[in-house]
């Protein structure tokens, strides 16, 4: 069975996240991942970058989103 990153925050999470897109898939393409997703917070800011860089490296990508919810 391959292993599949399905929580990962790249450069667009503010404060949680480090990785660039471009580290993000050269990583995934060294570990011969065959899909990696991108869950950054509160927003799909990198998610069309994300998915045009993944599909260009043969990678498929897996957009989703972290939301933090308030109670008031």
């Given at each position: 069975?391959?292993?599949?990153?399905?929580?990962?925050?790249?450069?667009?999470?503010m404060?949680?996240?480090?990785?660039?897109?471009?580290?993000?898939?050269?990583?995934?393409?060294?570990?011969?991942?065959?899909?990696?997703?991108?869950?950054?917070?509160?927003?799909l800011?990198?998610?069309?970058?994300?998915?045009?860089?993944?599909?260009?490296?043969?990678i498929?990508?897996?957009?989703?989103?972290?939301?933090?919810?308030?109670?008031?």
């Amino acid at each position: 069975m391959d292993m599949v990153h399905l929580h990962v925050h790249s450069q667009y999470s503010m404060q949680d996240g480090l990785c660039s897109l471009d580290d993000l898939i050269k990583q995934a393409n060294k570990f011969n991942m065959k899909a990696v997703a991108l869950t950054d917070h509160d927003g799909l800011y990198g998610a069309i970058q994300f998915y045009k860089k993944a599909k260009s490296a043969g990678i498929k990508p897996i957009i989703g989103c972290e939301i933090r919810v308030k109670d008031n």
